[in-house]
């Protein structure tokens, strides 16, 4: 999809942050964006913002941990622009807690919500790729897999989790389908809202406002990503701040 121009992406985690962001750099590029998230007001502020900058858009409520709300976003895509180019899995949660806190119902939703939400993705696209010949997974995964730190191991190993799936996707895609992995480092997006003690939320968000990158230095990644000619997959790109160690 060298030119981007009349390509269809439907994203996830489309209300803010880096989803918003790529929705709207799509946009600019002429793209037709089919945005999905749980908040709706948000979602039709973006969507508008789409459309302003020269792109379409059509908006639908989902929640990646249920499975209709997969395929009602692709469907979405086919009924109202007659196909589908790309997914981008954007949709996401981090909870920042030791594993002594045992916070298990935290744990469970980064499970569903990062690692589950993305495999349902996969199932709602998959057969419509392979029905049009060509198509492209990209997911957002995190630096967090790459570097771990204390407080984010349940998090890092979900981001790792869809790291592994990504590759061996992309190994069994065959030669029309692409998928990529793009992993940010420190983003300036709501993160910080899942930590709950708050001397740490305080000190991540003094980190954020020193050395955060915005959101659309991942959009432009995930851009980048999409905009490689057929037969060209970049598998993986990692994006972070310079001053992030």
Do not use: C
């Not at 985690?13 to 918003?20: K, L, T």
């Not at 709207?24 to 979602?43: F, I, T």
């Not at 020269?54 to 997969?70: P, Q």
């Not at 659309?216 to 990644?221: H, L, P, T, Y």
């Amino acid at each position: 999809m060298t030119d981007l121009a009349g390509a269809v992406v439907a994203i996830t985690g489309a209300s803010g942050g880096i989803g918003e962001a790529t929705a709207v750099l799509l946009g600019e590029r002429g793209a037709r964006v089919v945005l999905g998230a749980r908040r709706e007001d948000r979602l039709e502020r973006v969507a508008e913002r789409v459309r302003a900058a020269g792109g379409e858009a059509a908006t639908v409520v989902t929640d990646v941990r249920r499975r209709a709300d997969l395929a009602a976003l692709v469907d979405l895509a086919r009924e109202r622009f007659g196909r589908l180019d790309a997914l981008v899995g954007n949709a996401g949660v981090g909870r920042v807690a030791p594993i002594d806190d045992l916070r298990v119902d935290d744990w469970d939703e980064m499970i569903d919500v990062n690692l589950r939400g993305v495999l349902h993705g996969v199932a709602a696209a998959l057969p419509v790729f392979r029905a049009q010949g060509h198509g492209q997974f990209v997911t957002v995964v995190s630096t967090a897999g790459l570097r771990i730190v204390p407080g984010q191991v349940v998090y890092a190993a979900t981001k790792n989790a869809v790291r592994t799936l990504s590759e061996g996707l992309r190994q069994e895609a065959g030669a029309t389908l692409r998928v990529t992995a793009v992993s940010p480092g420190f983003t300036d997006t709501e993160f910080v809202g899942g930590i709950v003690d708050d001397a740490v939320r305080e000190g991540m968000i003094q980190r954020r406002d020193e050395i955060a990158m915005p959101p659309d230095a991942v959009a432009r990644a995930i851009v980048f990503a999409l905009e490689q000619p057929p037969g060209v997959d970049v598998g993986e790109i990692v994006v972070r701040p310079t001053a992030q160690g």
